[in-house]
């Protein structure tokens, strides 16, 4: 079983610099490549002087997280893909243990390491942490992320288990799995295309595991920081169409209707900060979440499951019941 370790890059010659040694140190067993979308910079002439053995894959544009893997990853054979972001720092032995869960666990078809924070090493990163789940209403939470509070990692996470979701900050998964579900949502552009995948391939059978033997370091918020109103507008919009493609048929309108008024008091929110570019993000995520609805209904599978969460509201939780940890939650 061969396994290709691919970094998405878009004008990131610094990022690349400071994390690819990491990657290629403690990566001997991979085939590494850098897929590209279309960058300005000289971060591709980098790579090719410095690590001539990296693959190139050259996408036409800035396609984004989803049609920039989606496009690049038709040129890649390899057995097993460990999509990586540019600002992921590995350590040693990091693909081992992963390997071995894909060898021995055949339902297996994704896997997520532990995450925690380059800037903080102690804690986890908010982009994953130690595994991720949603609750009724599509809200995700993480084994050692739920909404802002961020867990210190003491170890009350490395047991291996099942997950809902993986991070696409670190994101293992079978060739033949992406290929056959037709890999991310090209209209997601990026967040939460990760999360749609998951489910995807919850509703096919397959189980997305987490392996904490195998840890990374994430910055988080290289490309698009946690404060910008482009993610909270990709974040709204995305969580409405990923509902809408992959809720169960008699649960589908009721949540998506509940959806919106949750979003318009998230809207209000916003508002009493005086935080307007991103209340009028949610408005423009709304209107092209409406723009899109028939084309998400299309793109619905035959069946879904109805056990894709493990709590009813982590918003009740978190916000009236002051339960701040994933431990607290269960």
Known sequence: MKIAVVILNWNGKSLLEKFLPSVVRYSPEAVIYVADNASADTSVEFVKTAYPSIKIIRNKGNFGFAKGYNDALQFVEEDIYALVNSDIEVTENWLQPVMATFETENNTAAIQPKILDYKNKTYFEYAGAAGGFIDQYGYPFCRGRVFDTVEKDEGQYNDPMKIFWASGACFFIRKDVYRTLGGFDDTFFAHQEEIDLCWRIFNKGYAIEYV????????????LQQGSPRKTFLNFRNSLLMLTKNLPKKKLYIILFLRLILDGLAGIQFLSKGKFSHFFAILKAHFSFYGRFNEALRKRDVSQSGDY????????????QGKRTYNDLF
């Open 212 to 223: 904490p033997k195998s840890t990374v370091f994430h910055v988080g918020g290289a490309t």
């Open 309 to 320: 969460y493990k709590i009813e509201s982590v918003i009740k939780s978190y916000y009236l």
